[in-house]
């Protein structure tokens, strides 16, 4: 019973949102030892509705669970090469704090910060969902409990080396504090979000969730094989990965940790009422508390809202979109997080291109001669063509081209624009360079997803990226000509970047690219309203984690 003791302890300490009255003591959990008498995430199945995600059935409750793994994996890839990123500029870290930080020193300590950031709330919406497994009986519910506990220590465990680590490093440096402290709506990032960041990694409620937590961990191992856990490929990973990253969370807490607790007690107590945006705060974990599960698979967007920007859709056209609490790119700064190339379907190339004479005069210039746009691209791609012109999942014809976690892939609607936000954006090219972008687009399908955002490779593509290489400007394509950015040392493209120079663009006879739709989600309102230019110049300046959107 000491266990179990141990994980109420825990879960009463973890504050859970304030929206939801305390919960009554469940029955003591029988100790799992005790002999046996019991996804830029793909949505879960359509039984999957139930409000929490315990009282999911057992086969949808088992896969979405294996995604988050997934996803942990990535994050903790992800904290693990900013680490090194940091190691290499440790000079800039621990430059003397009276000599202040050239601009260009400021981007890469701002960058790498909203990196950080966006790893840390990303783990964080992992470990909140299944943060109530101490509730679910170990022995009548093995699954449930066992890969509950899995995630909600594999997470936490995460957080605290990487957060603990990344605090030590700024600690007492009044010039970098303050400067991580400012907002930035140019990578998505609140005013005191570190100093909110730190309340929370280095609080001792999150350090007595450590201890209780690595406690159980070495007395779970018996759920784990019953409920089948230990057989997937990813658990003895999360294992692993629980037990070096509380070393290191361990070592740091016992270092600095009573200093970092006294500071962060006098921070809580002071600013009790203040407005949250790390999702494990008060705001947003009250709205998430509510929402959290309810929302996997039911966009804000309804397909009756898709069909009508569908109509407005040309072949070329660039889409950005976002889903709250399943963004893709994570790691990347900005409220949008994701990018698409809309190609149509076959009858719309025909309509858009076959009758432009400069399409034409292009494709006389190419093996066969071909006479068509659809010709040239099932000679080039017959495969690609086959699968292009059949339907998706879903029944519907294929319309997109976008790279995703299983790679660059033909989507339809329902995957590509049956979401929470949809930004539509027309490139002012020729027809003759969207043909030619498209063309692009269709070679690059089905490469892997680039999870290093390595803008220097064609071997794997991120989602900007396959935008970007479509449409980059060449001898023979204007193309769309957009800058990388610096985001941790590392030149790439976040999504919220095409956005921004939409805006900078817009009031210049020379822009780029033209509106065409936004579809604006509203939390509050579990919907979508139709938003216009102004909202959506004006969108990717939104805090990233700041989702709540009223």
């Given at each position: 019973?000491?266990?179990?003791?141990?994980?109420?302890?825990?879960?009463t300490?973890?504050?859970?949102?304030?929206?939801?009255?305390?919960?009554?003591?469940?029955?003591?959990?029988?100790?799992?030892?005790?002999?046996p008498s019991?996804?830029?995430?793909?949505?879960?199945?359509?039984?999957?509705d139930?409000?929490?995600?315990?009282?999911?059935?057992?086969?949808?409750?088992?896969?979405?669970?294996?995604?988050?793994?997934?996803?942990?994996?990535?994050y903790a890839?992800?904290?693990?090469?900013?680490?090194?990123?940091?190691?290499?500029?440790?000079?800039?870290y621990?430059?003397?704090?009276?000599?202040?930080y050239?601009?260009?020193?400021?981007?890469?300590?701002?960058?790498?910060?909203?990196?950080?950031?966006?790893?840390?709330?990303?783990?964080?919406?992992?470990?909140?969902?299944?943060?109530?497994?101490?509730?679910?009986?170990?022995?009548?519910?093995?699954k449930?409990?066992?890969?509950?506990?899995?995630?909600?220590?594999g997470?936490?465990?995460?957080?605290?080396?990487?957060?603990l680590?990344?605090?030590e490093?700024?600690?007492?440096?009044?010039?970098?504090e303050?400067?991580?402290?400012?907002?930035?709506?140019d990578?998505?990032?609140?005013?005191?979000?570190?100093?909110?960041?730190?309340?929370?990694?280095?609080?001792?409620?999150?350090?007595?969730?450590l201890?209780?937590?690595?406690?159980?961990?070495?007395?779970?191992?018996?759920?784990?094989?019953?409920?089948?856990?230990l057989?997937?490929?990813?658990?003895?990973?999360?294992?692993?990965?629980?037990?070096?990253?509380?070393?290191?969370?361990?070592?740091k807490?016992?270092?600095?940790?009573?200093?970092?607790?006294?500071?962060?007690?006098?921070?809580?107590?002071?600013?009790?009422?203040?407005?949250?945006?790390?999702?494990?705060?008060?705001a947003?974990?009250?709205?998430?508390?509510?929402?959290?599960?309810?929302?996997?698979?039911?966009?804000?967007?309804?397909?009756?809202?898709?069909?009508?920007v569908?109509?407005?859709?040309?072949?070329?056209?660039?889409?950005?979109?976002?889903?709250?609490?399943?963004?893709?790119?994570?790691?990347?700064?900005?409220?949008?997080p994701?990018?698409?190339?809309?190609?149509?379907?076959?009858?719309?190339?025909?309509?858009?291109?076959?009758g432009?004479?400069?399409?034409?005069?292009?494709l006389?210039?190419?093996?066969?001669?071909?006479?068509?746009?659809?010709?040239?691209?099932?000679?080039?791609?017959p495969?690609?063509?086959a699968?292009?012109?059949g339907?998706?999942?879903?029944?519907?014809?294929?319309?997109?081209?976008?790279?995703?976690?299983?790679?660059?892939?033909?989507?339809g609607?329902?995957?590509a624009?049956?979401?929470?936000?949809?930004?539509v954006?027309?490139?002012?090219?020729?027809?003759?360079?969207?043909?030619?972008?498209?063309a692009?687009?269709?070679?690059?399908?089905?490469?892997?997803?680039?999870?290093?955002?390595?803008?220097?490779?064609?071997?794997?593509?991120?989602?900007?990226?396959?935008?970007?290489?479509?449409?980059?400007?060449?001898?023979?394509?204007?193309g769309?000509?957009?800058?990388?950015?610096?985001v941790?040392g590392?030149?790439?493209?976040?999504?919220?970047?095409i956005?921004?120079?939409?805006?900078?663009?817009?009031?210049?006879?020379?822009?780029?690219?033209?509106?065409?739709?936004?579809?604006?989600?509203?939390?509050?309102?579990?919907?979508?309203?139709?938003?216009?230019?102004?909202?959506?110049?004006?969108?990717?300046?939104?805090?990233?984690?700041?989702?709540a959107?009223?």
């Amino acid at each position: 019973m000491l266990a179990t003791s141990l994980l109420l302890a825990q879960l009463t300490l973890a504050s859970p949102p304030p929206s939801q009255a305390p919960a009554p003591a469940p029955a003591p959990v029988a100790a799992p030892v005790a002999a046996p008498s019991q996804a830029e995430a793909p949505r879960p199945a359509p039984e999957a509705d139930a409000a929490n995600i315990y009282d999911w059935d057992d086969e949808a409750f088992t896969a979405q669970a294996q995604r988050d793994l997934e996803s942990l994996q990535r994050y903790a890839t992800g904290l693990r090469g900013l680490q090194e990123q940091i190691r290499k500029n440790l000079a800039l870290y621990n430059q003397k704090q009276e000599l202040p930080y050239s601009p260009e020193q400021k981007q890469t300590l701002l960058s790498t910060w909203a990196a950080f950031f966006d790893y840390f709330a990303s783990t964080e919406v992992i470990r909140q969902r299944y943060w109530d497994f101490v509730k679910v009986p170990a022995l009548t519910q093995p699954k449930k409990h066992a890969w509950g506990f899995l995630l909600t220590h594999g997470a936490l465990t995460t957080i605290l080396a990487h957060g603990l680590t990344y605090a030590e490093l700024t600690n007492g440096k009044k010039q970098l504090e303050v400067l991580l402290d400012e907002p930035s709506s140019d990578y998505g990032i609140p005013a005191r979000a570190f100093s909110r960041f730190k309340e929370k990694t280095i609080h001792v409620a999150t350090a007595t969730q450590l201890f209780t937590g690595d406690t159980y961990r070495e007395q779970i191992r018996p759920v784990l094989a019953k409920s089948g856990a230990l057989d997937f490929k990813l658990t003895p990973w999360v294992l692993q990965e629980m037990k070096e990253n509380s070393q290191v969370a361990r070592g740091k807490l016992l270092k600095r940790g009573p200093s970092f607790f006294t500071t962060a007690a006098k921070d809580i107590v002071v600013d009790s009422t203040a407005r949250a945006i790390f999702p494990v705060q008060k705001a947003v974990a009250e709205w998430m508390g509510d929402t959290r599960v309810r929302r996997i698979g039911k966009p804000l967007i309804t397909r009756e809202q898709v069909e009508k920007v569908l109509a407005k859709m040309e072949p070329g056209d660039v889409v950005v979109a976002r889903s709250n609490w399943f963004l893709s790119n994570i790691g990347l700064p900005g409220f949008w997080p994701h990018a698409e190339l809309y190609v149509g379907t076959p009858d719309m190339l025909a309509a858009s291109f076959d009758g432009d004479a400069e399409v034409k005069a292009w494709l006389a210039t190419l093996p066969g001669q071909p006479k068509t746009l659809a010709e040239h691209l099932s000679h080039a791609f017959p495969e690609k063509w086959a699968q292009y012109t059949g339907k998706d999942e879903h029944g519907d014809a294929i319309r997109v081209i976008e790279s995703i976690s299983e790679g660059v892939s033909f989507t339809g609607p329902e995957h590509a624009l049956h979401l929470d936000y949809v930004g539509v954006m027309r490139p002012r090219l020729s027809k003759k360079d969207k043909a030619q972008a498209i063309a692009r687009a269709f070679k690059y399908q089905g490469r892997p997803y680039d999870f290093d955002f390595d803008f220097f490779s064609d071997s794997t593509l991120v989602c900007t990226e396959l935008v970007y290489k479509s449409y980059a400007p060449s001898k023979d394509l204007k193309g769309i000509r957009i800058e990388l950015v610096d985001v941790a040392g590392r030149r790439t493209l976040p999504a919220n970047e095409i956005v921004k120079l939409f805006d900078h663009e817009y009031d210049q006879p020379d822009r780029q690219l033209d509106f065409v739709a936004f579809l604006d989600g509203r939390e509050g309102q579990q919907g979508a309203i139709e938003g216009d230019v102004l909202s959506f110049r004006q969108s990717y300046q939104r805090m990233k984690w700041d989702i709540a959107q009223q």
